[in-house]
């Protein structure tokens, strides 16, 4: 009886530590289990979609995509290339035009591998990358036996090596972020973020819009004044990337307008709105605001005021989605 517990408890020393890393590899490798399987279950049609879009589908949508139906994955399809395009009211999706015309294209320059061309090292930077603006080859050396590509965006070099000659060329540039601004996916990802943050209307028209108010407005014997106060939220903006930072410049026209549709007073100015990713997710509940003040003290212009029926008229444009946003507010006078 003794030596049977006692040879449980030696036994139970020796699996307990190591069934705990087992557990945890399990555990690891159940989901991925449960991805292949669903991966391999794919309708002919649904899995060339997957493969081919492999390079800019998010992981978020992989596990969306493959645990629909497949009567719902048609849907999600067309969502997804609609999230990705950059000029939602044209006919054309321009984004999902330039992926597969670069898949076309990577069919065409790397053959020989045994697989697409698009599926190939070189066909994955061409496609997310696009062409280099420099292409170089090596041939062996008596100091090396491996043939060599080094393609050139701008100065930054991304290398590929075959270790044998057999065209068999592999990535060798692991990290490519000095160059992400070029990248497809995270162009992509970035619009959608900002999508996103921008509250894009379903019906593909792009939310710009603005909130207004007149504020302090005083009418005495010899003089109007008063000020008119504009709040343009960030989520409602589409920003242009340049050197890492996010710019878009706003025209602003304030009119006020007579009851006989004259101009009594115009304003005019070009906002220019400089920030950044991080910035931009964190403020898009907040706004860039505006304070426009105005003062009256010609007579015939406070006659003109004071007879009522005047509006103000504010019309905004964002220069970098095109986008312009007329509103009018009534004159009161108290």
Not at 39 to 57: G, H, T
Not at 156 to 181: E, N, W
Request: proline share 5%; aromatic share 12%.
């Amino acid at each position: 009886m003794n030596s049977a517990r006692k040879i449980r408890k030696k036994y139970s020393k020796i699996i307990g530590p190591l069934f705990v890393p087992v557990l945890l590899l399990t555990l690891l490798f159940l989901p991925s289990c449960h991805t292949y399987k669903l991966e391999q279950n794919l309708e002919p049609d649904d899995a060339e979609f997957y493969s081919k879009v492999r390079y800019i589908i998010t992981s978020r949508e992989k596990k969306v995509f493959l645990e629909l139906p497949h009567s719902e994955r048609k849907a999600f399809q067309e969502e997804f290339w609609e999230k990705r395009d950059p000029s939602p009211g044209t006919a054309e999706n321009e984004f999902k035009i330039t992926y597969f015309n670069r898949i076309q294209k990577a069919d065409d320059l790397f053959i020989g591998e045994g697989r697409p061309g698009w599926a190939t090292d070189r066909g994955y930077i061409y496609i997310l990358f696009g062409p280099p603006t420099q292409r170089m080859t090596s041939s062996p050396s008596s100091f090396n036996n491996a043939c060599r590509e080094v393609w050139y965006y701008g100065n930054f070099p991304v290398a590929f090596v075959d270790a044998y000659c057999t065209g068999q060329f592999k990535l060798v540039t692991y990290d490519l972020s000095p160059i992400r601004h070029l990248n497809l996916k995270y162009m992509s990802e970035f619009a959608s973020a900002q999508s996103e943050a921008q509250q894009t209307l379903r019906d593909d028209e792009a939310l710009f819009d603005f909130n207004w108010e007149i504020k302090n407005m005083t009418a005495e014997p010899e003089m109007i004044k008063g000020s008119i106060e504009i709040n343009i939220p960030y989520a409602q903006l589409w920003f242009k990337e340049e050197k890492n930072k996010l710019r878009t410049l706003i025209d602003v026209v304030v009119e006020i307008i007579g009851t006989h549709d004259e101009c009594l007073w115009k304003y005019e100015d070009h906002i220019n709105i400089e920030t950044d990713e991080e910035s931009l997710l964190k403020q898009k509940e907040e706004g860039h605001r505006l304070e426009i003040p105005f003062v009256f003290k010609d007579e015939s212009t406070i006659k003109r005021l004071r007879e009522g029926g005047s509006r103000i008229f504010a019309t905004l444009k964002n220069r970098t989605s095109g986008k312009t946003v007329r509103k009018v507010l009534r004159i009161k006078l108290s």
